[in-house]
């Protein structure tokens, strides 16, 4: 599904999801005065709408993704917002640029207070039409990426004896599984074991690790390649038990939260913002009534987007 075609069938439901990021919302101004944030991911959906709320609560922020056009037009947006902003283009699956991405928050401002890990990469198959390479280019992305990012942080904090705070974004389907979404499901139960394993081994150094698994929070990006079509979008509303989809402040809101001095004693936790799904099923079991002609040409639209 093109951009153009996702924006005709949920444009609604994006624009009503991106709406709320650019204030403070209800947190006091300064919340996040004089820090500096590095977001991988930062250039578009979930990780821009946070870029822009922590911009709105004094954070500076340094972002990094593959596409310079999007890394610049969000730091134009935080400086509009009042704040300060830097970007590197990077791809986190090389451990090189993902620590040169680090050094930029130095380099720049002269210090990182915390880091957001929500890179990714995702699309819908059979397990058995997935080639080594697409498994590869997830697990790099989401896991590795993480790592690289979170291990050069934490190294520069540990020898500057700085303390230090990082959001990972994982799913409900870290701890559950997911069928037809096997490459991210594997990547991000790492993530999680990841999160909880630095929280234990750094919480004496004063970092500390947390994440949020979000649920259905339409993004211009990739709700597109994960909710094709307008009938399984209203098919995936109707089965959370909020009756909407999420919003992209939920998600920002609680991300502040986490990530500022206010949540000093919390390390190690996954929060789910889902409007309930998990309690009721994650929303991707309903793929597996689809018939093998659904998988068939998804399998030839990704074989034509390689070709493109």
Not at 49 to 56: E, G, Q, T
Not at 73 to 87: D, F, L, P
Not at 142 to 171: C, D, I, M, P
Request: proline share 4%; charged share 20%.
């Amino acid at each position: 599904m093109s951009e153009q075609d996702f924006r005709s069938l949920a444009s609604q439901d994006l624009v009503a999801a991106e709406e709320g990021v650019a204030g403070p919302g209800p947190f006091r101004k300064d919340l996040f005065k004089d820090k500096v944030v590095l977001i991988t991911g930062g250039g578009t959906g979930l990780g821009r709408s946070l870029a822009l709320r922590l911009a709105h609560l004094g954070a500076r922020i340094v972002a990094g993704s593959r596409n310079e056009e999007n890394l610049r037009k969000v730091c134009e947006e935080v400086r509009a917002a009042g704040s300060e902003a830097s970007y590197r283009v990077t791809n986190v699956r090389d451990a090189t640029q993902a620590s040169q991405l680090v050094a930029e928050a130095w380099d720049r401002f002269g210090r990182l207070d915390g880091v957001v890990n929500d890179a990714a990469g995702n699309f819908l198959a059979r397990t058995q039409d997935i080639s080594p390479k697409g498994f590869q280019a997830v697990v790099e992305t989401v896991l590795h990426g993480t790592f690289y990012v979170t291990q050069a942080a934490g190294q520069r904090w540990l020898r500057e004896k700085r303390v230090g705070s990082v959001l990972n974004v994982v799913t409900t389907y870290a701890w559950t599984g997911s069928a037809f979404l096997v490459p991210s499901a594997a990547a991000k139960a790492g993530v999680l074991a990841l999160t909880r394993s630095l929280a234990v081994e750094w919480a004496r150094h004063g970092i500390r690790l947390n994440a949020i698994a979000p649920g259905p929070i339409p993004t211009a990006g990739a709700w597109g390649h994960l909710v094709p079509g307008s009938g399984m979008e209203e098919m995936v509303k109707e089965h959370l038990p909020v009756g909407r989809f999420g919003k992209h402040a939920d998600f920002c809101d609680l991300g502040a939260f986490l990530l500022s001095d206010a949540a000093g004693y919390i390390t190690g936790e996954c929060v789910v913002v889902d409007g309930g799904e998990w309690l009721v099923g994650n929303s991707f079991q309903m793929l597996r009534q689809l018939p093998p002609e659904f998988w068939e040409e998804m399998a030839s639209a990704r074989k034509g987007h390689k070709g493109s």
